[in-house]
């Protein structure tokens, strides 16, 4: 901040992390107009997930994973609400009653003794072996974020070719469900 | 068989359905079908600019002075990216404006045609919202959703761009009436929970040091909203202050008026708000102009904050009690509920707050506005003073460009009534005095309007001189001309060591002979014995006038708060200056 037409705070607060869901029309610009929310005014994706979830009404359910301050993220929730196309705005809680998956597609290209090492290491999780040669596997596998972070940090080492992942979806537990303000 | 209409001819009757007299723009390629169809609707006057920023300023003067929204009509391309400015300053300042831009026809989008730009894409984050209309059978309705989101809630400014082929295809219109229902969403309840008003009510029972912190709000939510907040402060004899939008909406005459706060604002506003043990800020949103270093804002006060828009509650300072509701709503329901359970308050509660009003009558007397006059040189702050003094019979209508003399203007010039004060505040743009008061001229053809203007900042807008002469709008451009961009230089003089680096306009046009040149009348006042004089003429004359008044070229500003510093740290005079700006606070200005 040297010499800016700006003071600032001094005040250092914590970070916290949360998943925002948003209930959007799904029409052209939609999802511009969320990401261009979130740059705009300086948030924090941390992935980001979006699929048109009711084809009778046209509504699309977004997911993102953020983080900031108790203030950032109070305004986040608010300015999301302020959208034209936006119809609800839920913070699920990084609790028990959420439930928070993420989905990965994980190629391993490798020898075959490592191909097997490779794929008891997911024993662990629940996979999938959708494509199988005799040089490599992919596999679907579907956990926590944490989870997945993991098991790639233990796949490359085995030859662990490419990763595609979803970006985290969550949904509360029990029978609630998230109702319009 | 269903009546089926244009693209172009449903613009025109949407224009009609909402009750638009005039639209401000300027033609080009992509919106030639609807400038064609202008010669059907007499009733629609177009106001022909001479840029389209123009156009959007004097949309949001019209807007403002009005309380109807600015309607602006812009070609594709740099008819859109043009107009950008003043949208983004309209989604600042929450003024309600409809742009109806063209666009290359669908075919052709994105291929890079000629004036082609992605319009919806540049305006997305300096609109309230935008569309892109691809079927003509969405047009109108489309249209008229345009007016609904920029006139309710918090106001703002929206978008709609056309193609050019949707502009000629023919289709079904809809009837507003059929667009009822979506209204009833957008207008969702705005009266304020019973429960946050008594609790509002018991924290102005209990306080002794008491501030009201009003802004543009308290103006957008309609006269009825002024009229409440003056019975308010009646009825509770508290002090009050306001922002830079918000003035007008109380007496700026009154005793029980602080004057502006923030940093020119007043020091007795500033320091009360810094002392209060409650604030109640109504239609206002804690800008950083406003509340000066945030850490040290307003330490021992439980703070109310009345706003529509949610998100600007909590947003920069926390509140205690947050009431989310239109003003006019909130303030009703808040003096009936004082006058039922207290009634007399005023009375009643006048001991308890007297030593607050003594406390306040001592930051007054060090009259903070104060200034040495000079018999040799107009100093600006007498020119405004001068001005005011013989306008203020008169129910004139006031604008500014942006700078020192805007200062100037909201600290020496008394506004008494809402609407009669149109400023850019939120982005500060420089040009907007000058089209603005195009545009208030045109919602108010009887009355006086001038635009208290800086010679940089009026130089940016001025071919707008040339729109008011075409249409007979006798505004008044009132040049405080120091020859330089006065508020740059002023913070060059404080924090940069005199070092006023490109602040200084070396080659400015002779504005009387400007004047001329556009058809209009121009004056020039060079000695303060002239000024009165002058000014006379000035409004004697029934066409745009162009006054340049000479004044001062080093007078600074004052009172200020240096940033990094709380309200209580106000800086009054040069002679304050070197031992209050400590190289700490260069470093945060």
């Known amino acids: ?181 | 068989m269903v009546n089926l209409m244009s693209g172009a001819e449903m613009v025109f009757q949407v224009l009609k359905d909402q009750g638009v007299n005039h639209i401000f723009g300027y033609p080009g390629g992509a919106v030639l079908p609807i400038y064609d169809e202008l010669k059907n609707h007499p009733k629609i006057k177009h106001i022909l600019v001479r840029h389209e920023q123009g156009a959007g300023h004097a949309a949001e003067g019209y807007a403002r002075s009005s309380g109807k929204p600015g309607v602006l009509l812009v070609t594709s391309g740099p008819g859109a990216t043009n107009a950008v400015t003043a949208l983004t300053d309209a989604y600042m300042d929450s003024v309600p404006l409809v742009c109806i831009s063209g666009q290359v026809p669908t075919h052709l989008i994105g291929t890079d045609a000629f004036q082609e730009c992605d319009t919806t894409g540049i305006t997305r984050p300096c609109t309230k919202h935008n569309w892109l209309v691809k079927d003509v059978n969405k047009l109108s309705s489309i249209l008229h959703k345009a007016f609904l989101v920029a006139t309710t809630g918090r106001p703002g400014p929206v978008l709609v761009d056309i193609p050019k082929d949707i502009q000629f295809k023919k289709g079904k219109y809809t009837q507003v009436k059929a667009l009822k229902k979506q209204e009833k969403k957008l207008n969702i309840k705005l009266n304020g929970e019973d429960n946050s008003i008594k609790k509002a009510v018991e924290l102005i029972k209990k306080s002794s040091k008491p501030i009201f912190y009003t802004g543009g709000g308290v103006i957008n939510s309609g006269p009825k909203a002024t009229e409440l907040l003056r019975e308010l402060v009646s009825i509770t004899r508290f002090p009050i202050t306001s922002t830079l939008q918000g003035l007008g909406a109380f007496p700026g005459s009154d005793n029980q008026f602080l004057g502006m706060l923030g940093m020119h604002g007043t020091y007795e506003a500033n320091n009360a708000m810094h002392d209060c043990d409650l604030m109640i800020n109504i239609g206002a949103r804690f800008d950083d102009r406003i509340t000066g270093k945030i850490d040290e804002f307003s330490p021992e006060s439980k703070k109310i904050h009345i706003d529509i828009d949610p998100s600007s509650i909590n947003k920069n300072v926390n509140v205690d009690l947050a009431i989310v509701g239109d003003v006019k709503l909130v303030l009703k329901k808040l003096i009936s509920s004082i006058k039922e359970k207290y009634p007399n308050f005023a009375e009643s509660n006048k001991q308890k707050i007297s030593s607050w009003w003594k406390q306040i009558e001592v930051w007054r007397k060090k009259n903070s506005l104060g200034f040495v006059n000079s018999k040799k040189v107009i100093k600006p702050q007498h020119a405004v003073q001068r001005l005011y003094e013989l306008t203020k019979a008169q129910d004139a209508f006031i604008t500014t460009e942006v700078g020192q003399h805007q200062m100037w203007a909201a600290q020496h010039y008394k506004f008494n009534k809402p609407n009669r004060w149109m400023t850019s505040g939120g982005l500060g743009t420089m040009g907007y005095g000058l089209p603005a008061a195009i545009g208030v001229q045109v919602a108010n053809p009887e009355k006086l309007v001038i635009d208290i203007a800086g010679e940089a900042s009026v130089l940016m807008t001025m071919q707008e001189m040339s729109t008011a002469v075409q249409y007979n709008l006798p505004i008044k451009i009132f040049i405080l001309n120091n020859q330089y961009m006065g508020m740059v230089r002023q913070w060059q003089e404080l924090l940069h060591e005199k070092n006023y680096s490109e602040s200084y306009t070396a080659a400015l046009p002779d504005f009387v002979k400007l004047a001329e040149a556009y058809g209009c009348v121009g004056l020039r006042a060079n000695k303060p014995e002239e000024l009165d004089e002058k000014i006379a003429e000035m409004l004697a004359v029934n066409k745009p006038v162009i006054f340049d008044c000479v004044v001062d070229k080093m007078e600074n500003c004052y009172p200020m708060i240096p940033s990094g510093k709380p309200h209580n740290q106000m800086l009054l005079g040069d002679k304050d200056k070197e031992d209050k700006i400590s190289e700490e606070g260069k470093v945060l200005v």
């Open chain 1, 1 to 181: 901040m040297e010499k800016s037409a700006y003071s600032f705070s001094t005040k250092k607060e914590k970070v916290e992390n949360h998943i925002i869901v948003v209930w959007v029309d799904n029409e052209a610009g939609v999802l511009a107009r969320v990401v261009g929310l979130f740059s705009g005014r300086g948030y924090n994706i941390d992935s980001l997930t979006v699929a048109k979830v009711d084809k009778k009404k046209n509504i699309s359910r977004i997911t993102i994973a953020t983080s900031g301050t108790f203030q950032v993220i109070q305004q986040i929730k608010l300015q999301l609400g302020k959208l034209i196309p936006v119809h609800k705005v839920a913070d699920f809680p990084k609790n028990k009653k959420t439930i928070l998956r993420e989905m990965a597609l994980l190629k391993v290209v490798s020898s075959k003794a490592k191909l097997e090492k490779a794929r008891k290491l997911c024993k662990k999780y629940k996979y999938t072996i959708l494509d199988k040669t005799e040089k490599s596997l992919v596999l679907e596998i579907s956990a926590l974020k944490k989870e997945i972070d993991e098991l790639v940090k233990k796949l490359q080492p085995l030859g662990l070719a490419s990763t595609s992942r979803t970006g985290v979806v969550a949904m509360t537990k029990g029978s609630e469900v998230y109702k319009q303000q």
